[in-house]
């Protein structure tokens, strides 16, 4: 395993303030503190905290959190993933087994409140500065912001503030990110030793994944088409029944998952365009700052982790932070486009019904049965990148 960063120079002693300590902010901030520059992270929230979910960390994100020096606690923490099964939510029958099992670094599924703890900890044995409740408002294009009243002028600024980043706002046209027509619950229910499979449960219109991230709890995200998003705000608590309501005429295995929820999320799945600009001046942004994704490639903190690391690297290596922005952002837009182009023709695909669903579901059982390893083989441009290389 690759460990960061040997030729990073250019960053000791640097002072580097992250907006946002999310999954993707608290990574840059290892990232740049491992390469010997002085970080404070400028959180909103009072707590470093992820919504009560689960997320499945790839390969290729999991090389960059290794290389951080953190693999020995993910590697004590999670589940290892060992199969994707796409099934027909419909009958319950699965459709076929893709193995994960052979992945290195290992496929695995945390809870996200676990990973931002073990980053939080890397952070702290790294000595990042984080201050909570910190919620930045007033960026000037000198990468300057106010705190407690008084100026604060770093070296390099990074907004890691998610899909409602005021720093994009900064370096793109401000713009309101729009709905893309799919609402997402989450939920976790306790369940009897499930088997560290995704399943894929597909049916028209919708789907759900659900993978355990403990012996006894199973994670479940439902998604819908829908017209419109009309609540107010991103997310709110939803009836469980509304839930159940929209896969009751599916199997019984899914009817049966369901039927254990009893508290459940409701998100409305917001996008921007992934942005033309990622950095100006001293200031960059990462992650869904930059780029948010619908999650049905399961690559949003993967690709946040991924521009971590890549910013800490070329800002360590190039001779000024504008010349290491510029590297940045070239060696990651197209690998971003092309995962998202990958998550919206998921979401096209699970949702099929008729005639292309019936013919999708028997190119899934051929595939399986005849050469399983081209699953993995089509996505190896994903998972097997390596930014630390
Ligand atoms: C249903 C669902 C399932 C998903 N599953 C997966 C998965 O399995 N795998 C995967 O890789 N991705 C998944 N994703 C995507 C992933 O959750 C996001 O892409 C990822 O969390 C983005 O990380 P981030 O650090 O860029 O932003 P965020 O996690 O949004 O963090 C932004 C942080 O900035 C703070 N902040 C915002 N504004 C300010 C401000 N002005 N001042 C100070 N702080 C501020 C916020 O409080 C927050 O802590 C999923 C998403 C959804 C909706």
């Not at 052979?102 to 599924?109: K, S, V």
């Amino acid at each position: 395993m690759r460990r960061f960063i040997a030729t990073n120079e250019h960053n000791k002693g640097r002072d580097v303030a992250i907006i946002g300590g999310g999954i993707g902010g608290l990574t840059a901030a290892l990232a740049f503190a491992r390469s010997g520059a002085d970080v404070t992270v400028y959180e909103q929230a009072a707590a470093l905290t992820e919504v009560g979910a689960g997320l499945q960390i790839t390969p290729n994100g999991a090389r960059a959190l290794n290389a951080l020096g953190i693999d020995k606690a993910l590697a004590a923490t999670g589940l290892v993933a060992q199969a994707v099964a796409p099934m027909d939510a419909l009958s319950g029958q699965r459709i076929t087994r893709f193995d994960l099992s052979t992945q290195t670094p290992q496929y695995r599924f945390f809870h996200r409140a676990a990973l931002i703890d073990i980053l939080a900890r890397g952070c702290a044995a790294a000595n990042v500065t984080v201050r909570l409740g910190m919620r930045i408002v007033d960026l000037q294009a000198d990468g300057s912001f106010s705190v407690d009243g008084a100026r604060v002028r770093p070296d390099l600024t990074i907004g890691a503030d998610g899909l409602h980043s005021v720093v994009r706002s900064h370096l793109n046209k401000p713009a309101a990110p729009f709905f893309t027509g799919q609402v997402a619950w989450r939920a976790m229910i306790k369940t009897d030793a499930a088997p560290p499979v995704a399943r894929i449960w597909m049916a028209p219109g919708r789907h759900m994944v659900t993978y355990p991230l403990s012996k006894d709890r199973l994670n479940i995200v439902a998604v819908q088409e829908r017209i419109a998003w009309a609540a107010e705000g991103w997310h709110h608590a939803d009836d469980p029944g509304n839930l159940r309501q929209v896969f009751a005429d599916c199997s019984w295995e899914v009817k049966s998952i369901l039927g254990a929820v009893e508290n459940v999320n409701l998100w409305g799945l917001f996008r921007h365009p992934v942005a033309p600009n990622w950095h100006v001046g001293s200031i960059a942004i990462l992650g869904d700052a930059a780029h948010p994704t619908l999650p049905f490639l399961a690559q949003g903190a993967n690709l946040a982790i991924e521009d971590a690391y890549v910013l800490a690297r070329c800002c360590g290596e190039a001779s000024s932070v504008e010349a290491g922005l510029k590297a940045y952002q070239g060696l990651r837009r197209a690998r971003v486009v092309k995962a998202i182009a990958a998550a919206n023709s998921n979401a096209r695909n699970y949702h099929l019904s008729g005639v292309p669903r019936m013919v999708a579901h028997t190119g899934l059982r051929a595939m399986g049965a005849v050469a399983p390893g081209a699953f993995l083989g089509r996505l190896a441009w994903l998972y097997d990148h390596d930014v630390t290389g």
